[in-house]
Nanobody, 121 residues
Framework: QVPSVASGGGSVQSGVALKLSCPAS????????MAWFRQPHGKEREGIAS???????NYANSVKGRFTISRDSAKNTLYLQMNTLKPEDTAMYSC???????????????WGQGTQVTVSS
């Protein structure tokens, strides 16, 4: 599944929740390993949540306990439920996929377009 354009971002106040979606088109190549990344303006991109082919997940410490990655295979969509948002969560969020599981690393093969999340205090 090749990720396309992420959606669900927006401008919100601290403490609220958002759910991001990343639909994917079917691909002849294996791409069941997927991840969410974010990049604050002027800073480096970081991996924040990943899921492997078996459904095992991994999270960055900065979002652990607040964010949940999931996917709906029937809808070919990857999700990121973000609860208790903080101003430091402000960033461009994008998804990525590959046949090999890279955890929170950046070696994923396919990348979708991002959606902006802005959290004000």
């Amino acid at each position: 599944q090749v990720p396309s354009v992420a959606s669900g971002g927006g401008s919100v106040q601290s403490g609220v929740a958002l759910k991001l979606s990343c639909p994917a088109s079917r691909s002849p190549y294996r791409t069941e390993c997927m991840a969410w990344f974010r990049q604050p303006h002027g800073k480096e991109r970081e991996g924040i949540a990943s899921i492997d082919g078996a459904g095992s997940t991994n999270y960055a410490n900065s979002v652990k306990g607040r964010f949940t990655i999931s996917r709906d295979s029937a809808k070919n969509t990857l999700y990121l439920q973000m609860n208790t948002l903080k101003p430091e969560d402000t960033a461009m969020y994008s998804c990525a996929a590959a046949a090999v599981y890279y955890g929170l690393g950046e070696a994923y093969t396919y990348w979708g377009q991002g959606t902006q999340v802005t959290v004000s205090s």
